[in-house]
């Protein structure tokens, strides 16, 4: 596994987590009555923060990786 793979792994699954909060806030806007259907607005957004922190690594990995990887050629050069 090289290191931008697991940016882009990373970055998969911040988008997914951004996918499942969306899910959850989309629930809360309609209109429901059971008990099972109720969502906790503040999980979401914790949920978004995390999704956010997670994408925010991903690109500083994916950054880093592509930096190593200039100098890498440019001392080959």
């Known amino acids: 596994m090289t290191v931008s793979g697991?940016?882009?792994i990373a970055l998969s699954q911040a988008l997914e987590r951004v996918d499942q909060a969306a899910e959850g806030v989309s629930k809360a806007t309609q209109l429901s009555v059971g008990v099972d259907d109720q969502?906790?607005?503040?999980?979401?957004a914790?949920?978004?923060?995390?999704?956010?922190n997670g994408y925010d690594a991903a690109i500083d990995l994916a950054r880093t990786?592509?930096?190593?990887?200039?100098?890498?050629?440019?001392?080959?050069?």
Not at 39 to 44: A, I, M, Y
Not at 46 to 52: C, D, E, G, P, Y
Not at 65 to 77: F, H
């Open 39 to 44: 969502v906790d607005l503040s999980t979401e």
């Open 6 to 8: 697991t940016a882009l």
């Open 65 to 77: 990786a592509d930096e190593v990887s200039r100098r890498a050629i440019d001392l080959l050069a």
């Open 46 to 52: 914790v949920r978004l923060l995390v999704a956010k």
